[in-house]
């Protein structure tokens, strides 16, 4: 139990490019809620995004917030009525609290509720803290063989298990994924776990090809920016592959990664946009209609974390290597970690240790 004199400390973002650590009071602990000192959280494409612009899409940070959405920890309380979890528990957090009264959440959609309280999301608070509150439904006990950086990668590593399910990867599935950030290659991951028999995977980055390359790839291409280079890359794409892919998996967002993969997907086969990097595209969806290419969107995800944790235990995905770089939980630290984050290069995911 941690002593009531003892103060919560958490990474505020209150402008552009500045972050403090200060004082975190949190909400009561409700009945059916825990208590959970953070261990281990990772930063996010989004943290990012938050840290440089103060936005991502249309959620706008207008007043100071806490940030980190990635992460895990160990049980400090537990509200009166939580019988599933106990003191000392090792559990990795998922982020979004939804109204469970509407209909999307009755259907099961939860992740698409309109009053999604999601953490370091604005205006909801994040988990960058000693300390956090949290409903006890969405805490996750990790087993003895899964670390707690590994329980907080489960967030990141949600975003490709959903995207598979929703584009129906199998053991007969050859996947395209396009862009080998770390959603592009947690989601190559999440597929080989699947099933995926063959996967190619591009970026203009000769770099994260090479760390692709060495988490599994089948074969990986390095391609331009420049969209007139689309139809000579296609055909290497193909010829990797052994023909058009059966799923492919934009994990970028733009223009050019769009169309390419709506053209090196096979007809009848499926275009899952995971990566939100234009708000606007213009595609060439006539010709991809005519072939009959499903195209599938992702927010988020649902009901991801039980096999996330299963996955991790029983060996079938290593997200260890996605961890390249490690901070401490200090101002100093808070600020490099950012600053290398924002960088992009070879940090793929950089995670606090507190």
Not at 147 to 165: D, N, Q, T, W
Not at 208 to 222: V, Y
């Amino acid at each position: 139990m941690v002593e009531e004199s003892e103060e919560n400390l958490a990474v505020w973002l209150l402008g552009v490019r500045t972050l403090k650590i200060q004082p975190y009071t949190l909400s009561p602990l409700g009945p059916r809620d825990v208590k959970v000192r953070m261990k281990a959280v990772g930063i996010c494409g989004s943290d990012v995004h938050h840290f440089k612009n103060m936005r991502v899409a249309n959620f706008v940070v207008k007043k100071p917030m806490v940030m980190g959405h990635e992460c895990a920890g160990i049980i400090e309380e537990i509200g009166s009525q939580v019988k599933s979890l106990a003191v000392g528990d090792r559990v990795a957090l998922e982020p979004g609290i939804s109204c469970r009264k509407c209909c999307l959440c009755k259907n099961g959609r939860y992740n698409l509720c309109p009053d999604m309280k999601f953490f370091g999301s604005p205006p909801t608070n994040g988990s960058l803290a000693n300390l956090v509150v949290h409903p006890a439904n969405l805490c996750f006990k990790l087993p003895d063989n899964v670390s707690l950086e590994e329980g907080a990668m489960c967030e990141p590593l949600s975003v490709g298990v959903h995207a598979c399910r929703r584009a129906g990867i199998c053991p007969e599935t050859k996947a395209l994924i396009v862009g080998a950030g770390p959603i592009g290659l947690v989601s190559m991951l999440a597929a080989r776990a699947f099933g995926a028999p063959r996967i190619v995977i591009v970026d203009i980055d000769e770099r994260r090809l090479s760390f692709a390359k060495d988490l599994g790839a089948d074969q990986t291409i390095q391609v331009s920016k420049n969209i007139q280079d689309v139809r000579e890359e296609v055909v290497k794409i193909q010829n990797a592959i052994g023909a058009g892919a059966d799923v492919s998996f934009d994990c970028v967002g733009f223009d050019k990664t769009m169309t390419m993969a709506l053209d090196a997907t096979r007809a009848g086969g499926k275009v899952c946009l995971v990566g939100l990097g234009q708000s606007e595209m213009n595609l060439p969806l006539t010709p991809a209609a005519a072939r009959e290419i499903d195209v599938i969107g992702i927010f988020r995800y649902r009901n991801t974390w039980p096999l996330c944790i299963e996955f991790l235990r029983a060996g079938k995905i290593d997200v260890k290597p996605l961890i390249t770089h490690r901070f401490s939980f200090t101002q100093q630290g808070v600020e490099e970690a950012f600053e290398i984050s924002s960088q992009g290069g070879n940090a793929i995911k950089v995670m606090f240790n507190l």
